[in-house]
């Protein structure tokens, strides 16, 4: 994400700046210490496994069409719908 964020600090394009956005949301809901303490404890760990995976791989494929300048509009589109929290986020805070 930091180097999604150097690289498309101006970024200008809606599409772009969506796409940047949502990577930064997956990559807080992976990381985000609920996941690791169900497992650790055993409970519902297949649920907390699996999204802990979607969120992954949502930001890899979000990261690789950035890197490659082709975002998929409908696809992006799909994950905002599902998770959106935190509409406003910059992106650029993993910048510094």
Same mark, same amino acid.
């Given at each position: 994400m930091v180097e999604l964020a150097r690289s498309h600090w101006g970024a200008?394009?809606?599409l772009t700046v969506r796409a940047l956005k949502q990577a930064a949301r997956e990559l807080m809901l992976a990381q985000a210490?609920?996941?690791t303490f169900i497992m650790s &404890?055993? &409970?519902t760990v297949p649920y907390a &496994?699996?999204?802990f995976n979607e969120h992954i791989i949502r930001f890899s494929r979000l990261y690789d069409e950035l890197k490659q300048?082709?975002?998929d509009e409908k696809y992006l589109a799909s994950v905002e719908a599902q998770d959106n929290i935190f509409p406003d986020i910059d992106y650029r805070i993993y910048a510094s």
């Open positions: 200008s394009n809606p210490s609920d996941w &404890t055993g &409970t &496994t699996r999204r300048g082709q975002v």
